[in-house]
């Protein structure tokens, strides 16, 4: 199975985030979508970042050492500021052993996935989890039939 069998299944939209927006800003486009990263994007679709919420919680961690007033700050610091600009990516022809692989390894959650340079979907642990599943209840499934005859 490919990342491309996923995307068309779960759809390609990716909450993203401009690199100037605040860190603020972030966390409530995350709590809106119920999601856990934001993709850090150019107007042109590329990908420049990513922001998670172990970004954010590593950020909130290191300034709450640093006293009260750098935490209230915190609020307004730009995302470009705390996200990981390091982003492992994916193209939709992977294969899912491949992504799934990638993800363990590095310990990320979320992979997005560019085509030609350009933003066109992003998977979770829990899609990949989910498609794994699926994939195994249907091969039994398919095995049991087969053992007991039916057709």
């Given amino acids: 199975m490919r990342i491309s069998d996923i995307l068309r299944e779960k759809g390609s ?5 401009g690199a100037g927006r605040s860190v ?3 966390v409530r486009v995350l709590n809106e ?3 856990g990263a934001l993709v850090v994007t150019d107007d042109d679709g590329s990908v420049n970042g990513i922001v998670s919420e172990r970004d954010l919680l590593r950020t909130a961690s290191e300034t709450w ?3 009260a007033e750098r935490v209230e700050r915190l609020r307004d610091r730009p995302v470009v500021a705390i996200m990981t600009r390091d ?3 994916a193209v939709p022809d992977d294969d899912l052993d491949y992504a799934m692989g990638i993800m363990t390894q ?3 959650r979320h992979l997005p996935i560019v085509e030609e340079g350009k933003l066109v979907g992003i998977i979770s642990i829990g899609d990949v989890v989910r498609t794994c599943l699926n994939q195994a209840t249907y091969e039994n499934r398919m095995l049991k039939d087969y053992v007991s005859g039916a057709t």
């Fill in 65 to 67: 050492d640093s006293g």
């Fill in 87 to 89: 982003v492992i990516c």
């Fill in 33 to 35: 979508h119920r999601i």
């Fill in 106 to 108: 590095n310990r990320i």
């Fill in 24 to 26: 603020h800003d972030a």
């Fill in 13 to 17: 939209e990716v909450a993203t985030i």
